[in-house]
């Protein structure tokens, strides 16, 4: 599943609930690999909600990686390697990958960032692993600063907004595509 939006509309937010309803509701164990902020503001970030992910990293209902995307070389065989690995040992139903557009601005060849993200997410998928790639919405159309992934390829596109509406920013979501 996708789930994109601009600066603050709160899709990392989003995105780690996904995860501690996973962890608390139906006792499933959730890997939330960011590219950009640190584990530690992740966790201080999660107590404003009332969520204590340091507890449930010790109950081993959430793991936390921090990847820096410069410092990965070959997506397919160092970050993918890692990340089956946390999958086996924790036995994990959910993921999340924050965010693939800032993976993306680090990667030289676009076209094989995105063949690889795309084979992860299908074998993510065969494995029984419900997956959200978090990807920032460009400013405009054409935006190039922007790395998109194919709407067409995901199971589901969850767009994320914050507006502006007479002076005052306002949250909105809209499910765009949801299959089954």
Do not use: H
């Not at 509309?9 to 959730?30: P, Y």
């Not at 690999?33 to 209902?61: C, H, N, T, Y």
């Not at 690995?85 to 990667?107: H, P």
């Amino acid at each position: 599943v996708l789930v994109s939006g601009s600066p603050g509309a709160g899709k990392s937010i989003f995105s780690m609930q996904f995860l501690v309803n996973g962890a608390e509701m139906f006792d499933e164990t959730g890997v939330y690999v960011s590219f950009e902020e640190e584990p530690a503001s992740l966790r201080e970030g999660a107590k404003l909600f009332g969520w204590d992910i340091e507890k449930m990293e010790k109950q081993k209902k959430i793991r936390i990686i921090f990847e820096d995307p410069y410092e990965i070389k070959s997506f397919a065989t160092s970050l993918s390697g890692q990340i089956y690995n946390t999958l086996r040992e924790t036995g994990a139903k959910r993921i999340v990958f924050d965010s693939i557009t800032y993976l993306g601005v680090a990667q030289d060849n676009q076209y094989k960032l995105r063949k690889n993200i795309a084979e992860l997410g299908k074998r993510l998928k065969q494995m029984g692993i419900t997956t959200l790639f978090i990807s920032e919405a460009p400013d405009g159309p054409g935006d190039p600063r922007m790395f998109r992934l194919d709407e067409f390829a995901c199971d589901g596109v969850i767009r994320l907004y914050n507006l502006l509406i007479k002076g005052t920013r306002q949250r909105a979501i809209e499910i765009v595509k949801l299959r089954k």
